[in-house]
């Protein structure tokens, strides 16, 4: 069972439209959740962390946690067409001193005008 | 501008050479990863450091080795011994604040060996 896992994708939403992606993991002890938003041929940007169950809300981004369920998602308001990217979920059961941190291998997002 | 440089953006070599990437950050971040990438699979560890001069070795470090003798850098050589050492290789820095748990990207170097 991989450690981070997502759907690959990819998912196609239209124009304003909301984009829902999620993230299951594997390991209880986790304690550290991240978003990160990777264009074609870019690096990784962090555009979200979450650390605490429920919701966490920055711009027409959402973060929701759920450690009893061990799920982390990310929605996407108002989707635009430059959201159009592969969004990686990261996991970590660390608040310090990451270097135990685990990746998801991402979910393609298409927003189509 | 602060931030994370790589270099060189691609890179090509042929088998059996070794190779070096470098990674500087002028942010004052004390935590240094090396990640490799590969299409369809997660980020996965290849090094990391959380001061000069000290270094541990990450899930994939075999056939890799890596330095820290100042803060602002942390090379990366891929050596012949790198089975299948084409990927994307990207290096990351945490700060040294209450955000230490937060690792931030550069550009990323594009290796290619035949």
């Known amino acids: 069972q991989k450690e981070v896992e997502q759907n690959s994708g990819p998912l196609s939403v239209p124009e304003g439209a909301i984009a829902s992606l999620n993230c299951t993991y594997s390991d209880r002890v986790s304690q550290s959740f991240f978003w990160y938003r990777q264009y074609s041929g870019k690096s990784p940007e962090l555009i979200m962390s979450?650390?605490?169950?429920g919701d966490k809300e920055d711009g027409r981004f959402t973060a929701q946690l759920n450690k009893a369920s061990q799920y982390v998602s990310l929605l996407i308001r108002d989707s635009q067409p430059s959201d159009s990217a592969t969004y990686l979920c990261?996991?970590?059961?660390?608040?310090?001193?990451?270097?135990?941190?685990?990746f998801g291998a991402g979910t393609r997002l298409t927003v189509k005008p | 501008d602060g931030g994370i440089t790589q270099s060189p953006k691609y890179l090509f070599r042929k088998e059996g050479q070794n190779v070096t990437l470098s990674c500087e950050q002028n942010l004052n971040h004390d935590a240094m990863y090396w990640y490799r990438q590969d299409p369809g699979q997660g980020l996965r560890l290849i090094y990391y450091?959380?001061?000069?001069?000290?270094?541990q070795k990450g899930d994939i470090a075999e056939g890799y080795s890596v330095s820290r003798e100042k803060k602002e850098s942390f090379p990366l050589t891929v050596t012949s011994a790198q089975k299948n050492p084409t990927a994307f290789y990207l290096c990351a820095s945490s700060p040294p604040d209450a955000r230490s748990y937060e690792q931030y990207f550069g550009p990323g170097t594009r290796l290619t060996v035949t």
């Open positions: 450091s959380q001061i000069v001069n000290d270094f």
């Open positions: 979450i650390y605490s169950n």
């Open positions: 990261a996991v970590s059961p660390l608040f310090y001193n990451n270097n135990d941190m685990r």
